[in-house]
């Protein structure tokens, strides 16, 4: 049995190696060199003469601090708005979170040991952040007090989510853990054995419908469990495969009882929330993220060289845009009409929604490797992998 600490090593090796691959641009690159490089990316075409304005950098600030500087550094964690203050949340690879407010002004920040794998969460006046370091904390978003703490041996890989009465993480060991929202006190967890063979670095963050929670597992397996007590519902096998049968990326729900998950070896597959019974399935390996657009009609995929959209129904691919075979798509956001993609040390893409033009690249150097936020009018939020956090204006 492969125990976690190998499980780690061996993702951040595979993971890490494709995510950082050197950037083309150097300093004194020029901007027609920066927007060459975003042309090779895709079979999309740019503007040769001038290309679309679709985004304005509103501001930008240096968080990660750490007198380390990698060189090919990397930050995973999305940042988190919160939409009624304007606040903005990042967590970087030193442990630290940052508060910026809606102009880009920092408030506070505060260590809390890390790095950070996955982003934080705010929910009804709590920020929740969990680190690779195994701590989770709740802390105060205006002040950036700790209110409580929990710490696992192992390392948490997602994003927190609050459901009910609880806050709910995957960590490294494959177990999803729930915790009571206002102390951090354990209420139950879920777990499956890592497979023999070789596993992806990741984990899928659990996505909750009413009562229940969905989560896919290093094994293969799509399982949903009651929220209160976390016991099974139902299961089901979506892999078999020898290796790479990862479900790592995050579930999602659509309104009309679908639940998604993706296998790094078999595709997309699009299940019954409330049986498991399988309504479709897609063949496309080395999906790692999935992503509903904003009518919730229609499913995004991405993973190793790749990024498309499907249909909900019947899983038809509406497009799909292949990238350089060394480009791994690590974050899918739609937002105001547009999907933003990121894939580690290459550019951003700005991608139009309905077509998979590519309308826009945005480099800032070493490339993205988290996830962008939207934000309430038409704003992202983009934390780099030197650790510069963006707040842009994107152009319907």
């Not at 641009?25 to 927007?35: H, I, S």
């Not at 195994?134 to 609050?162: C, H, I, K, N």
């Not at 139902?234 to 009309?256: C, G, M, N, Q």
């Not at 498309?308 to 798509?329: N, S």
Request: net charge neutral; aromatic share 8%; hydrophobic share 40%.
């Amino acid at each position: 049995m492969q125990t976690n600490a190998t499980k780690l090593r061996l993702g951040m090796a595979l993971v890490g190696s494709a995510l950082v691959l050197s950037a083309c641009a150097g300093a004194q690159a020029t901007a027609a060199a920066k927007l060459n490089q975003a042309r090779a990316l895709t079979q999309a075409s740019l503007d040769e003469s001038a290309p679309e304005k679709a985004y304005s950098v509103l501001w930008w600030h240096k968080v990660e601090g750490t007198s380390q500087r990698p060189y090919k550094p990397v930050e995973l964690a999305a940042p988190e708005f919160d939409p009624t203050s304007g606040k903005v949340f990042a967590a970087t690879r030193d442990g630290f979170v940052t508060a910026f407010s809606e102009k880009g002004e920092r408030l506070w920040e505060r260590e809390i040991g890390g790095p950070f794998n996955a982003g934080p969460l705010f929910a009804d006046g709590t920020l929740y952040v969990a680190s690779a370091s195994g701590q989770m904390a709740a802390l105060d978003p205006v002040t950036g007090e700790t209110r409580w703490t929990y710490s696992t041996p192992d390392a948490f890989l997602t994003r927190p989510v609050v459901a009910g009465d609880l806050v709910l993480a995957m960590t490294a060991a494959d177990t999803l853990l729930a915790l009571d929202r206002a102390t951090g006190t354990w209420r139950w967890q879920y777990k499956r054995d890592l497979p023999p063979g070789l596993t992806l670095f990741g984990a899928a963050r659990p996505a909750v419908k009413g009562d229940r929670v969905f989560a896919g597992f290093a094994d293969g397996h799509a399982v949903a469990l009651d929220l209160k007590t976390g016991g099974v519902l139902w299961e089901k096998e979506l892999s078999r495969a020898k290796a790479f049968r990862d479900l790592d990326a995050d579930p999602v729900i659509d309104e009309r009882g679908n639940v998604y998950f993706a296998s790094n070896s078999d595709g997309l597959f699009c299940l019954d929330a409330a049986t498991g019974e399988a309504r479709f399935s897609q063949l496309r390996p080395g999906l790692t993220v999935l992503a509903l657009n904003e009518a919730g009609d229609k499913i995004y995929a991405g993973g190793q060289g790749f990024v498309g959209l499907f249909e909900t129904t019947g899983g038809k691919m509406r497009w799909g845009r292949e990238l350089t075979g060394d480009a791994i798509v690590t974050g899918l956001t739609p937002t105001n009409g547009q999907l933003i993609a990121v894939s580690g040390a290459h550019p951003m893409l700005i991608i139009e929604e309905e077509t998979g033009r590519v309308r826009r690249a945005f480099q800032p150097g070493h490339g993205v490797s988290a996830p962008a936020r939207a934000g309430n009018l038409g704003e992202a939020f983009v934390l780099s992998n030197r650790g510069y956090l963006y707040g842009l204006a994107l152009h319907p």
